[in-house]
């Protein structure tokens, strides 16, 4: 069954690729809908009208960095409600944090994993039921954030580096110059990472009564994210501690989560999802972002819980193409 996203994502995709020089005519044909100006809130369209309108782009301007010149390029406000829901939090930590709690309750698309370490705050990006999202939706929505909160905090905000699962260029990355931001591609994550000062950062659309107002809309909608989606958050949250002292077998965070071990089997299940997934994914993030810092991988490889370095090697080689080392080195290019 063909899946659906909403349709003001592709009206805001279009308004930005125009706004980049490319022609509104052959790209309106491309996505064969009529989309409404603006679109309704609620309006969802067929994916394939993103593919197409994404197709017809890359024809007018193949781009290597176009999702990240497009992801800059949309307007304040052409996401409508989460615009501005995001825009009117008093600081950028809240911002992040009011987006993360709308996009978790509001069903599909992309959703984001906070978190915090060594003095950093990560920005995860995932999609619902623990599927990588595609490249380019990751690499517009990171854009997004840079210059959605560089205009919010007025050029304050200095992300630390970015993570993007696209390989890199040759020569110098076009995404890194257009963002003004260190990327480290190939990454097996898409994230933003920023330092922890950058958190308080005050917002200048700073608007307690509209952000209360939207706020209280949110917990309305009623579009709840799946309990499989929350299972597996619920799992990850207790997956670090878990790993690190050796104890991240399932029937241990079963009783954590207070279910049996076909219980949790079960829901995992009913998502397409195993347990061995759920922990591979977990994993994987975890190694990126300790890799990001100065921890030994002694110490990585512990916390990860593996048994010897060269297990955690070989795990990290299937993920990445490169040894934990090598990544290191090259900051992740």
């Known amino acids: 069954m063909q899946g659906q996203v909403a349709a003001i994502t592709v009206h805001a995709m279009l308004e930005g690729l125009v706004r980049l020089g490319l022609n509104r005519t052959t790209l309106t044909r491309a996505i064969g809908v009529d989309l409404g100006d603006p679109p309704p809130a609620a309006a969802r369209v067929g994916s394939d009208a993103l593919g197409r309108l994404w197709r017809a782009a890359m024809q007018q301007r193949p781009d290597p960095a176009l999702a990240t ?8 406000g052409a996401f409508g409600f989460t615009d501005y829901l995001t825009g009117s939090s008093y600081t950028l930590g809240g911002g992040f944090e009011s987006l993360t709690q709308h996009l978790r309750l509001v069903a599909g698309g992309i959703q984001l994993e906070l978190d915090a370490a060594d003095g950093l705050r990560w920005v995860r990006l ?45 020569g110098d990355s076009p995404q890194a110059r257009l963002l003004g931001v260190p990327v480290r591609h190939r990454s097996p994550v898409a994230a933003l990472v920023l330092p922890e000062s950058m958190w308080s950062l005050p917002l200048r659309r700073a608007d307690p009564y509209l952000h209360g107002t939207l706020g209280h809309s949110v917990e309305g909608l009623g579009l709840l994210r799946s309990a499989a989606d929350e299972l597996e958050l619920a799992i990850r949250a207790r997956l670090r501690d878990a790993l690190a002292d050796r104890g991240a077998e399932m029937h241990r965070v079963a ?32 190694a990126v972002r300790l890799l990001a810092g100065p921890t030994p991988l002694v110490e990585i490889t512990a916390r990860l819980g593996y048994r010897e370095q060269t297990s955690f090697t070989r795990a990290f080689r299937r993920w990445t193409g490169q040894t934990p080392a090598q990544w290191r080195r090259s900051g992740g290019a």
């Open 69 to 76: 010149a497009l992801g800059l390029a949309i307007p304040f």
């Open 126 to 170: 995932h999609t619902p039921g623990g599927e990588d999202p595609p490249f380019v939706a990751t690499e517009m929505t990171v854009a997004l954030f840079v210059g959605r909160f560089r205009d919010g905090t007025e050029g304050a905000f200095r992300p630390a580096f970015a993570c993007l699962r696209g390989d890199a260029p040759p």
């Open 255 to 286: 009783r954590l989560l207070g279910l049996s071990v076909r219980t949790l089997q079960r829901r995992l299940a009913s998502s397409g999802r195993s347990w061995s997934d759920v922990v591979e994914a977990f994993r994987r993030d975890e």
